[in-house]
């Protein structure tokens, strides 16, 4: 028999998801985030849950590739663009749009022959400073595309980097929400002509639906669709009616009795203080669970909440089976995601006290976890 662990991709979540996603912005197209192997879930069994999107955005030309080899038609764009000048062949073959966020990948275009139209998306620097023109350099980038004959349109784009925090207006240093580089924003693109996509999940569920020019006319989800909420702990997913994509399950392979002074695991970090019953479950940081996880981290032991005790090994972590008095090995064990009774823990409680959030988590599932679509 293999090892226990699993993980489960729910391809009605992911569909849910989406539905939830394009309900905060109804009129606005909707690109699916699909980097990163979509978000550690597979790029294949995401794209069977995801295919109501108007297109798919991603980093790497090979994962373009396979979407085009699903059988997708439709938009596929490249968030970071081209890397250097040959991936254009790629994006006139394949018809990718791809974003445009620094002088050279014009110069690059300017440079490739091509009869195919390209659709590229102009990224503005508003703030964020990681990629993208400065909002007084933008202008002409715009203008030095629009003049090139293998440009057919182009889109205006920038990304947030507070849409997921509170805004806290007149404190320094403390996070400003999205209205500072809106407004960058739109006094940079004044008067330039071709559709605007600002929104990443965050500021498509928070602000989206009151906001115009929040909605703009792509908005470009990822984490939500996955089922975690983009502004955990504010909100939790069953605020934003989001359900989990992933579940990571497991089993417990052996129970131990404790006795006052036992301790569990590594460094001893947990020490019984009364007689208790704990279960040690086939999963480790090697499966992508973290080894930061504190003691009382919640885990499903079937379906019922249960707290982590000791460190996370490499193979195994313990817990407190004090909650169900029924568990023994072999019983279920979901690390976070849905039990197959259908009790949820979402991977935002289980990366807010491991110190992290839902993306690495969902992003680090290890590559020895078999995974498997449902639904
Ligand atoms: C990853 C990414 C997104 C999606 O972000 P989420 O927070 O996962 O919704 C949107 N836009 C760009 C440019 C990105 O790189």
């Known amino acids: 028999m293999p090892r226990p662990i699993e993980a489960l991709i729910h391809t009605d979540a992911l569909a849910h998801n989406l539905r939830r996603a394009r309900?905060?912005?109804?009129?606005?197209?909707?690109?699916?985030?699909?980097?990163?192997?979509?978000?550690?879930?597979g790029i294949e069994r995401a794209y069977a849950g995801l295919q109501g999107a108007d297109g798919f955005a991603l980093l790497d030309l090979d994962e373009a590739q396979r979407v085009r080899e699903l059988g997708w038609r439709g938009p596929i764009l490249l968030l970071e663009g081209c890397f250097e000048p040959r991936d254009l062949e790629l994006c006139s073959r394949l018809h990718l749009w791809h974003t445009v966020h620094r002088e050279s990948q014009i110069d690059w275009l300017?440079?490739?022959?091509?009869?195919?139209?390209?659709?590229?998306?102009?990224?503005?620097?508003?703030?964020?400073?990681?990629?993208?023109?400065?909002?007084?350099?933008?202008r002409s980038a715009w203008l030095r595309l629009s003049g090139l004959t293998q440009v057919e349109s182009i889109t205006l784009m920038t990304h947030f980097a507070d849409a997921d925090l509170r805004a806290d207006a007149g404190v320094p240093g403390a996070p400003r929400g999205i209205d500072r580089q809106m407004a960058v924003f739109d006094a940079a693109t004044e008067g330039l002509s071709g559709e605007r996509s600002v929104s990443n999940s965050a500021a498509a569920l928070r602000y989206a639906p009151h906001d115009s020019g929040a909605r703009a006319d792509w908005v470009r989800?990822?984490?939500?669709?996955?089922?975690?909420?983009?502004?955990?702990?504010?909100?939790?997913i069953a605020d934003w009616d989001l359900q989990p994509a992933m579940s990571l399950r497991s089993k417990l392979i052996a129970t131990q009795e404790l006795q006052p002074g036992d301790t569990v695991g590594y460094g001893s970090r947990f020490v019984a203080e009364q007689p208790m019953r704990i279960g040690v479950v086939a999963c480790g940081y090697a499966d992508g669970y973290p080894r930061s996880a504190p003691?009382?981290?919640p885990v499903l032991v079937d379906g019922v909440r249960c707290g982590l005790v000791g460190r996370v090994s490499m193979d195994t972590l313990a817990v407190d089976l004090t909650p169900v008095s029924a568990a023994r090995p072999g019983s279920e064990v979901t690390l976070w995601g849905r039990?197959?009774?259908?009790?949820?823990?979402?991977?935002?409680?289980?990366?807010?006290?491991?110190?992290?959030?839902?993306?690495?988590?969902?992003?680090?599932?290890s590559a020895r976890v078999p995974t498997v679509s449902i639904g």
């Open 295 to 297: 003691n009382g981290t």
């Open 110 to 138: 300017a440079a490739h022959k091509t009869q195919q139209p390209h659709q590229v998306f102009l990224k503005m620097n508003s703030g964020m400073n990681r990629l993208g023109f400065t909002p007084a350099a933008y």
């Open 221 to 236: 989800p990822g984490v939500a669709l996955y089922g975690s909420s983009p502004d955990f702990p504010t909100r939790g």
């Open 23 to 41: 309900a905060h912005a109804p009129d606005a197209k909707l690109w699916a985030v699909v980097k990163a192997n979509a978000y550690g879930h």
């Open 339 to 365: 039990s197959s009774r259908r009790a949820v823990l979402s991977i935002d409680e289980v990366a807010q006290p491991a110190g992290t959030v839902g993306y690495e988590l969902m992003c680090a599932l």
